[in-house]
């Protein structure tokens, strides 16, 4: 099982980007799929859920309203979009499979996001 | 949401030392708590689940207990691979927060 994060870069305040989330070695649509960042010096901070089928979603109060995700199960990719960054969202981006029993088992490597005028 | 406190916030140990880290939550969370190793320019590390389940191939080394609002974190003969920050986590509630994590230096 492995997930690759990528759309990660240096981005100025105010402005949008996406992250994708791409999966390979398991059934990517049996699983919901959470993002979790790290910013420089700080500890981890989750930050999305989206369930197995896309049917929910639930974002922490810091990214809600400026973040939405979307999956594609057929290509086994998951995104995020952010909108409106603020500095205070620059932080490695990891994406993990989970599921209610295992909690949070595999994780991606991570990609950066910057947030810098 | 729920606020995990570990403690200590930092840890100094030695090679061969067994060392526990202890996470407690602010409102039950029954056994849904999971434990993770993270280092410096590395995906975190999935160790444990409903609190005392180690992750597949995980060594046995490590070791979580604990139900309800307090849980702990135990890691025997320490290696120098050992030597990174602990990260517990509640999955009982959304927002599935972290503790603040626990920092194990030699």
């Keep these: 099982a492995q997930l690759v994060e990528s759309g990660g870069g240096v981005v100025q305040p105010g402005r ?3 992250l994708s989330c791409s999966a390979s070695g398991f059934m990517f649509s049996t699983y919901a799929i959470y993002w979790v960042r790290q910013a420089p010096g700080k500890g981890l901070e989750w930050v999305a859920v989206m369930a197995h089928d896309g049917s929910t979603e639930n974002y922490a109060v810091s990214v809600r309203g400026r973040c939405a995700m979307s999956r594609d199960n057929a290509n086994k990719t ?9 500095p205070e969202d620059s932080a490695t981006y990891y994406c993990a499979r989970g599921d ?15 947030v810098s005028s | 949401d729920i606020h995990l406190t570990q403690s200590p916030s930092s840890l100094s140990a030695s090679v061969g030392d067994r060392v526990t880290i202890t996470c407690r939550a602010s409102e039950a969370i029954g056994h849904y708590l999971a434990w993770f190793q993270k280092k410096p320019g590395k995906a975190p590390e999935a160790l444990i689940y409903t609190a005392s389940r180690l992750q597949s191939g995980v060594p046995s080394k490590f070791s979580g ?4 609002t307090d849980f702990t974190l135990t890691i ?8 990174a920050t ?4 509640q999955y009982d509630t959304f927002p599935y927060t972290f503790g603040q994590g626990t920092r194990l230096e030699i």
């Design chain 2, 65 to 68: 207990s604990g139900s309800g």
């Design chain 2, 86 to 89: 602990y990260y517990c986590q």
């Design chain 1, 100 to 114: 209610n029993y295992f909690g949070l088992d595999v994780w991606g490597q991570g990609t950066t996001v910057t």
């Design chain 1, 16 to 18: 949008s980007l996406r």
């Design chain 1, 78 to 86: 998951l995104f995020l979009q952010m909108h409106s960054l603020r």
């Design chain 2, 76 to 83: 025997s003969s320490l290696q120098p691979e050992d030597f």
